[in-house]
């Protein structure tokens, strides 16, 4: 059984700094990527930022500049560091794992529970 727990969700005013964390626990072969998505009351969830396992990123135009995802293989984490932080940023942000273990023989999407992220004055 595979597990993604975010943490470092808050509440900030604009121009703050955010630091999400995501780990991923259980028994896997690799992680194939890694993304985070987002998804404010009334809309649709987003892609904010995804990572491979070359380490090419990819970025909602929205967040390009201000937010840096990442990943640390061997401890099984992933992270989005958010700088610059809008009103418009507010969400609730899940971290996403595409994992590859051995008993299915192909990789499989995993979601987090989500973390909640306010930017306000």
């Known amino acids: 059984q595979v597990q993604l727990v975010e943490s470092g969700g808050d509440s900030v005013q604009p121009g703050g700094s955010l630091r999400l964390s995501c780990a991923a626990a259980g028994t896997f072969a690799s992680i194939v990527a890694m993304a985070w998505y987002r998804q404010a009351p009334g809309k649709q969830r987003e892609l904010v930022a995804r990572i491979d396992g070359g380490g090419n990123t990819n970025y909602a135009d929205s967040v390009k500049g201000r937010f840096t995802v990442s990943r640390d293989n061997a401890k099984k984490m992933g992270y989005l560091q958010m700088n610059s932080l809008k009103p418009e940023d507010t969400a609730v942000y899940y971290c996403?794992?595409?994992?590859?273990?051995?008993?299915?023989?192909?990789?499989?999407?995993?979601w987090g529970q989500g973390t909640q992220v306010t930017v306000s004055s």
């Open positions: 996403y794992a595409l994992i590859f273990q051995l008993s299915f023989g192909r990789p499989s999407d995993y």
